[in-house]
């Protein structure tokens, strides 16, 4: 069943729609979570018949969210519900809903660690790690209590009229931030692995106010202050997702910089990634000193050409 067709059928049941709460896979469909479901379950407060429905009899209902007028269990308890069944094919939705649930509660890990006694948290991300020219660049970003801008996620889902206005606001009200750019050069010499960690530290090292706590965007740091990585922390984190729009934009500013010398790389578009005409451009023209000399298709150009 689709939404519109569970819509269908709810606009078909005989008793008010304060009488029951739509449950089961139905009530993740209508959420938006999944895409269908196979059938339509409900717990009443009322017992009536209805073909297609299945009906438990219930003395409270639980606890629920509105939905154009109807009663769907909400997220939470389906997550809870799924879990306890403990269902295997459950697992893969189990996890869906866990990232759209975190995702939607950016404030969760800063609030638990503020209710610890920390106040000065740092998020840390980066952007970078897959273009074959130019720095990878990290930030991190300590944010106050108060702090509101309402849309700010991962900065890789904003646009970039959004980055860049976002970019201003965070500036505006963090408490502090700092920014940590480690070259091409330093890329080549560790790998993008280590140089990424060296840009984290670099960016925490760079604020004027230092964190009690780091969170990272899944990174492991060796710091003296505990770190707390987060898989998809960018998403999760209101803190990580606004030191990713700062490296995000600052990144990108010095890739337009680099076009406005190397034009015909097209940089102001790809920002360094590999893409059609940055490959052509490399094969035509040759690689500029900012090109990472470890990264497979500027290595195979190097090799190639013996140079």
Do not use: W
């Not at 069943?1 to 606009?11: A, H, N, P, Q, Y």
């Not at 003395?59 to 909400?74: G, H, N, Q, R, T």
């Not at 269902?87 to 189990?94: F, G, Q, S």
């Not at 800063?110 to 720095?135: C, T």
Request: aromatic share 8%; net charge negative; proline share 4%.
């Amino acid at each position: 069943m689709t939404k519109k067709e569970i819509f269908s059928v709810l606009d078909s049941i005989p008793i008010d729609s304060s009488q029951y709460v739509i449950v089961g896979d139905a009530s993740l469909v209508c959420h938006g979570v999944m895409r269908n479901c196979t059938c339509l379950e409900i717990e009443s407060l009322k017992e009536f018949s209805l073909s297609n429905v299945s009906i438990q009899v219930v003395e409270e209902l639980p606890e629920f969210e509105k939905i154009d007028s109807y009663s769907f269990l909400s997220l939470d308890n389906c997550l809870e519900r799924k879990i306890n069944a403990n269902n295997i094919e459950d697992k893969a939705i189990i996890k869906k809903l866990k990232l759209y649930l975190e995702s939607q509660d950016t404030y969760r890990y800063e609030r638990e660690l503020r209710k610890k006694g920390v106040q000065l948290i740092g998020g840390v991300d980066e952007v970078g790690r897959g273009p074959l020219v130019g720095p990878v660049v990290a930030a991190c970003c300590i944010l106050p209590e108060t702090f509101q801008l309402d849309g700010l996620t991962d900065s890789k889902k904003l646009s970039e009229k959004k980055r860049e206005y976002f970019f201003e606001e965070i500036k505006k009200q963090a408490i502090s931030y700092g920014i940590g750019i480690v070259d091409e050069k330093r890329i080549d010499e560790i790998n993008i692995y280590e140089a990424t960690k060296e840009a984290m530290i670099e960016a925490i090292h760079n604020c004027k106010i230092q964190p009690e706590h780091v969170l990272t965007d899944a990174m492991k740091l060796d710091l003296t202050i505990p770190v707390t990585p987060i898989i998809k922390g960018d998403l999760k984190s209101i803190t990580i997702s606004a030191a990713s729009v700062l490296a995000k934009v600052t990144r990108d500013r010095m890739l337009m910089e680099l076009d406005q010398k190397y034009p015909m790389y097209d940089f102001k578009n790809n920002v360094g990634y590999p893409t059609k005409k940055h490959l052509e451009a490399i094969e035509e023209y040759g690689i500029i000193p900012e090109h990472r000399r470890s990264y497979g298709p500027v290595k195979d150009y190097l090799e190639k050409h013996n140079t």
